[in-house]
């Protein structure tokens, strides 16, 4: 059915603001379980809601104002002191959050479906009834359907008494009302034992939130209004050089003395390009966003894991507020959900196995995030089992992923990348997690098609960290710029680690393959005119350029013809034809117009070894 509202801003109002709450309440309920005596946190719970439903109910949305009414009545129970936080409530109180999100994801969509609430709406009515919330209390009375339908319509309209409320709550809450979110609390997740989860509606997942909890909406970006004012200076300063740039033009069309010419010229564009820096820093800055926005889903997804394992995790969250590209940001949230799910399912052992090896029960999961350079690194660590390089050999080697002669050559570290090979797994038998190989190749991918690495660090019974690398945005990139024959190409300067200019003859062949002694290693060549079919212009010099790149801890030396320095480019996207070519990440435009290509060295790296 097709939402109609008469008043669209108001809509607008209500939707913001309850993507605004509910953004923050997973974590906030799960801070909640593990500490039940924290009024303050409570009382924000209840609030949040409250506004929700108190907005719905205006807006006439029945579906969603059944579901936050008596989430609302079991959170005020909480309040009161009628009933205790335990993890079957909680369990219930989070199915009832997925069905708000989902409910409210449906009038985003100008839909609104008749989703199936009577199962959650009858746990809720169970919790209410039994004040000590039992499981058995789960299985709700056969009248409580009856009831929803019936007597309570009425009463889910009504505001709700002042003796509900918390002090600072008003009589009545309208869609405007602002609560205040509070900062990140990082989170401790210690499970009970394993148990069957609570049967969930449709379309609501208990393994992890569903697709309906993404209730940010990626068409917009809320920016700080200094930010916005930092940009029109900077537009100001650019329409006063425009300016002057019209003047110095008619000067010249009026046979302006050349050499006054030839300096004005030279400060204009002096001035430009300052004013062009600080402008695409600014708008950069704009298209900022903080990790935090991702992470705030994974305290959650533990919690859940966490009890469907019957495992006890805690889980550390730091960096939350470091920004990047919400391009990057939007993309990064599947590979870190698959990864903090091989650290549960594979990386931690149960807490018998961790007392059996002499450590505490309570595995540790740590999540950060930081700036370097013009990188953000993200890290997922954990204290578990490690992996077991044998066994993952072994695996490649029974799965015929690889040949012993290639594993004779291997280092430990090439063996964890082998996890990285489609269809690689050590699990015997496959199971709704992810285990760690099940779809790696995959978390390879999406993380390579952000121009980002993924590199593994891990010891066998110490644990195990994955870390990932990531650019701050997509839309700019410093490279080399190289001469390869008679093309120009780009090559990313964070993937460069030197520049060597080599004589011909140091060049060696071993098994065909052409290789140079740097040091105290030996550095794999890729000549760059054979893999992208360049002519040479003209005979071979003296001395030719080698760039090496690197990846993880992977080498590969870039053979070109000559460097011709650094330069800040924008990425442009090859299209749909030509977006799969071997090698090359997109293009770019260079100052005279001519098209440089932008060389991808994690694939040519990864296709050379």
Request: aromatic share 4%.
């Amino acid at each position: 059915m097709t939402l109609m509202c008469e008043d669209q801003e108001l809509l607008e109002g209500f939707l913001t603001e309850s993507t605004e709450l509910l953004e923050k309440i997973d974590d906030d309920l799960v801070v909640l379980e593990q500490t039940p005596d924290d009024m303050e946190l409570l009382n924000r719970i209840f609030r949040s809601i409250h506004t929700v439903k108190g907005a719905a109910s205006f807006l006439e949305f029945e579906l969603l104002v059944k579901v936050s009414h008596k989430t609302e009545d079991v959170l005020n129970k909480l309040r009161r002191g009628d009933m205790s936080v335990t993890p079957e409530i909680m369990d219930v109180i989070l199915e009832a959050i997925d069905l708000v999100k989902v409910l409210i994801n449906d009038i985003k969509g100008n839909e609104i479906v008749e989703r199936p609430i009577e199962g959650t709406i009858e746990r809720l009515v169970a919790l209410l009834e039994n004040n000590e919330g039992s499981a058995a209390a789960a299985t709700a009375p056969a009248e409580a359907p009856a009831a929803i339908e019936s007597g309570d319509n009425a009463t889910t309209m009504d505001t709700p008494r002042s003796d509900d409320l918390p002090p600072d709550e008003p009589e009545h809450v309208s869609a405007a009302e602002q609560v205040p979110i509070p900062e990140q609390v990082v989170p401790q997740v210690a499970s009970a034992p394993a148990r069957p989860a609570a049967a969930a509606p449709a379309n609501v997942s208990q393994q992890s939130p569903p697709k309906g909890e993404e209730l940010t909406d990626k068409s917009t970006v809320r920016v700080e209004v200094k930010r916005i004012d930092d940009l029109m200076n900077q537009v100001g300063e650019l329409v006063l050089e425009r300016n002057r740039m019209i003047q110095l033009s008619s000067d010249f069309q009026n046979e302006m003395n050349m050499d006054v010419f030839g300096e004005e010229l030279g400060k204009l564009s002096k001035r430009i390009n300052f004013v062009t820096s600080e402008l695409q820093t600014q708008v950069l800055k704009m298209r900022l966003f903080p990790v935090g926005s991702v992470f705030k889903k994974f305290p959650r997804i533990v919690r859940n894991l966490a009890r469907d394992l019957g495992k006890k995790v805690n889980l550390q969250v730091s960096g939350e507020d470091t920004e990047l590209d919400r391009s990057v940001v939007d993309e990064i949230g599947d590979p870190l959900i698959h990864l903090l799910r091989n650290a549960m399912d594979h990386g931690l052992e149960t807490p018998e196995e961790r007392k059996a090896a002499g450590k505490t029960p309570i595995g540790t999961i740590v999540l950060t995030a930081h700036h370097e350079g013009n990188h953000i690194i993200i890290s997922i660590k954990d204290d578990g089992r490690g992996i077991d390089a044998d066994r993952v050999a072994a695996k490649a080697l029974e799965k015929g992923l690889i040949s012993s002669e290639q594993l004779a050559i291997l280092s430990q570290r090439d063996i964890f990348d082998l996890i990285f090979l489609p269809g690689f797994s050590t699990k015997e038998k496959a199971s709704d997690l992810s285990g760690r190989g099940v779809g790696m190749d995959v978390v390879k991918t999406n993380i390579r098609k952000l121009n980002g690495i993924i590199d593994i660090k891990s010891e066998k019974n110490k644990g195990s960290e994955f870390i990932l690398k990531l650019p701050l945005t997509l839309a700019i990139i410093q490279s080399l710029l190289v001469e390869v024959g008679v093309e120009t190409y780009s090559i990313p300067l964070t993937a460069v680690l030197e520049t060597l200019r080599i004589k011909s003859e140091e060049f060696h062949s071993i098994g065909g393959r052409k290789v140079l002694k740097l040091r105290d290693s030996v550095l794999p060549l890729l000549d760059l005119s054979d893999t992208f079919d360049v002519q040479e212009a003209g005979e071979p010099g003296e001395f030719r350029y080698v760039v090496v790149v690197g990846a993880a801890e992977k080498r590969l030396g870039l053979v070109v013809s000559r460097l011709m320095g650094q330069q800040e480019v924008a990425i442009k996207s090859l299209g749909t034809y030509l977006n799969d070519v071997e090698g090359i990440a997109g293009s770019t435009i260079l100052g005279d117009g001519r098209v440089a290509l932008i060389v991808d060295p994690a694939k040519l790296i990864d296709t050379s070894s």
